[in-house]
C-alpha cells in the first residue's frame, strides 16, 4: 500500500509539469560497497524504484525507499537499514534532474544514444549535484536508461565504522536499469 501511495505522490507531484512522460515503477537500483577484504559481497539490489521522464523537455525524476533494497542475508539488510542508512530516518533516497544533451535522443526512432545526466542526488538527507555518464535505448517503441555511478559513502554523511573499515569500501558503485514505458 505504501508503494502504491508514493508513486501516486510522484505523479501528483510531477503531473503537471510532464505533459509527455515515460515512467516505471519497476526500475532497478543496485550497489556495490564490496572491497578485496569483504568475506562476502556488500551488494543491494531495490526493484521498486519510480522515474519518469519527460518526454518533451529531458527532465529526469527517480524516488525509491530505502528500505526496498534487498541482500543476500537478512543480517546484512538490518545493517544497513539500521546503521548504515537509518531508514527510519531517512526513508527515501532520489535523484532529480535532466538529460544535457537530450536533444540528441529521438524517442521515436530505435537506436542506442549516448546521454548525460545532471541533478541532484539526495542519499541518507544529504543533497549533491552530480553529472553522471549513461546510455538510452530505443527498441520497438520502448526506452530503456542506463547508468553506473560513483559515490563517496563520507560525501552523504554514510558513516562506516572503523571495526568494518576493510570490509566495506568507503565509494559505492551504484547501477541504474529503467525500462520506461509511455503514460
Given at each position: ?7 501516486a ?75 548504515y ?13 535532466k ?27 544529504v ?19 542506463s ?22 569500501a568507503?565509494?559505492?558503485i ?10
Amino acid at each position: 500500500m505504501k508503494k502504491i501511495i508514493l508513486a501516486a505522490a510522484i505523479l501528483a507531484i510531477a503531473s503537471p509539469s510532464f505533459a509527455q512522460k515515460l515512467m516505471s515503477r519497476t526500475a532497478k537500483i543496485s550497489f556495490n560497497a564490496t572491497t578485496p577484504k569483504s568475506p562476502e559481497k556488500i551488494e543491494g539490489v531495490n526493484n521498486e524504484v519510480a522515474c519518469i521522464l519527460d518526454a518533451k523537455t529531458g527532465d529526469f525524476v527517480f524516488q525509491l525507499q530505502v528500505k526496498s533494497f534487498k541482500f543476500e542475508r537478512e543480517l546484512m539488510q538490518q545493517h544497513f537499514n539500521e546503521n548504515y542508512m537509518e531508514s527510519d530516518k531517512f526513508p527515501k533516497s532520489m535523484f532529480k534532474g535532466k538529460i544535457t544533451n537530450f536533444g540528441d535522443v529521438n524517442l521515436a526512432k530505435d537506436g542506442t544514444y549516448k546521454v548525460t545526466v545532471s541533478g541532484d542526488l539526495t542519499v541518507h538527507g544529504v543533497t549533491k549535484t552530480v553529472s553522471v555518464p549513461g546510455t538510452i535505448t530505443v527498441k520497438g517503441g520502448t526506452a530503456t536508461a542506463s547508468a553506473k555511478l560513483q559515490i563517496k559513502l563520507a560525501d552523504y554523511k554514510v558513516d562506516v565504522p572503523s571495526v568494518v573499515g576493510d570490509k566495506v569500501a568507503k565509494d559505492a558503485i551504484i547501477t541504474i536499469d529503467a525500462a520506461l514505458a509511455q503514460k
